[in-house]
């Protein structure tokens, strides 16, 4: 594992993985989330292990898909990685997931927190799905789940403005379950994890199943829409213009094409 860390044991039956990137704010490059899909396949199977916290580090939990790594690719070329069957895997961790977010969590970043079951957030967190910046949209999951979570008025804003919300924010809106200091957050998490772990696993994990059900619904009809059309967008050229002015640190020129 290069950009994530796993601790099996970080209490009893709790797992904790940490994104390891800490340099480009935990961007999410297809080789981390390929980790991050195997790391938590294999705690899944894992019978000492009852409940997973997934965490970034003070500054980030992620700051997004990894736009370097995108800002050359063609529509076909995404369609072809097919890097969202990864987010798939992750979704279907039976297990409940619990996100202990500090500092940025934007775009794939935002989306993988609420791919989680529950977010225990720092105060200096930051949410937000600024793709829209970029010459794109959110393309897993936000489009989707941010609005379940928020609401259509404020999840419309954020996805068409790009603007970040505070942790006081998320909290108010629904999207977290508790905002708490920063030297504390992690350990928060862990608590939260550990008082699951203490239940019955199989309850907890078909009572996940159930709650998940209820909610996502036609989640899939849902994703599988916004991802067609976060795919046509490496189509046009602003999403050129926009990620390659991210990557040579410029304001971007969007020109409707
Ligand atoms: N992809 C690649 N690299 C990233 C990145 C990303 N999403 N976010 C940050 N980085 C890199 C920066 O390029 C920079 O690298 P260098 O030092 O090599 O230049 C490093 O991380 C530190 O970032 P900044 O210098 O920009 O730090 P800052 O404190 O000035 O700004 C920030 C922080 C506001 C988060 C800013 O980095 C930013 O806007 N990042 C991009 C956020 C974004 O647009 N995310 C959405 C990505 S698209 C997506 O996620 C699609 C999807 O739905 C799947």
């Known amino acids: 594992m290069e950009f994530i860390t796993v601790e099996a044991q970080y209490a009893?039956?709790?797992?904790?993985?940490r994104l390891n990137r800490p340099k480009e704010l935990n961007a999410l490059n297809l080789q981390l989330m390929g980790e991050l899909r195997d790391?938590?396949?294999?705690?899944?199977?894992d019978d000492t292990v009852?409940?997973?916290?997934?965490?970034?580090?003070?500054r980030a939990f992620a700051a997004g898909a990894d736009i370097k790594q995108?800002?050359?690719?063609?529509?076909?070329?995404?369609l072809t990685v097919d890097q969202f069957s990864t987010w798939d895997q992750i979704k279907k961790t039976k297990k409940p997931l619990i996100a202990a977010v500090s500092g940025f969590a934007l775009g794939g970043g935002c989306e993988l927190s609420m791919t989680c079951d529950m977010i225990v957030a720092s105060e200096t967190a930051q949410f937000g799905q600024p793709e829209i910046k970029i010459g794109v949209m959110p393309g897993a999951g936000g489009t989707q789940r941010l609005t379940r979570a928020i609401g259509k008025a404020r999840a419309m804003e954020m996805v068409l403005?790009?603007?970040?919300?505070?942790a006081e924010e998320a909290?108010?809106?629904?999207?977290?379950?508790k905002v708490v200091p920063v030297e504390v957050y992690l350990e928060e998490a862990v608590k939260l994890a550990s008082t699951i772990a203490q239940m019955s696993p199989i309850a907890s994990q078909l009572a996940k199943e159930?709650?998940?059900?209820?909610?996502?619904?036609?989640?899939?009809?849902g994703l599988h829409f916004e991802r067609k059309n976060f795919y046509l967008l490496f189509a046009s050229e602003d999403q050129t213009e926009g990620m390659n002015a991210f990557v040579e640190k410029r304001a971007p020129e969007f020109k409707g094409k």
């Open 12 to 17: 009893p039956y709790v797992a904790l993985i």
């Open 39 to 45: 790391a938590l396949k294999a705690l899944d199977a």
């Open 50 to 58: 009852r409940t997973i916290v997934l965490t970034g580090n003070e």
């Open 70 to 78: 995108m800002a050359g690719k063609t529509a076909i070329d995404m």
């Open 161 to 166: 403005t790009g603007k970040f919300i505070s």
């Open 171 to 177: 909290e108010r809106f629904g999207l977290v379950n």
């Open 210 to 221: 159930a709650v998940n059900r209820s909610y996502e619904t036609h989640l899939d009809e």
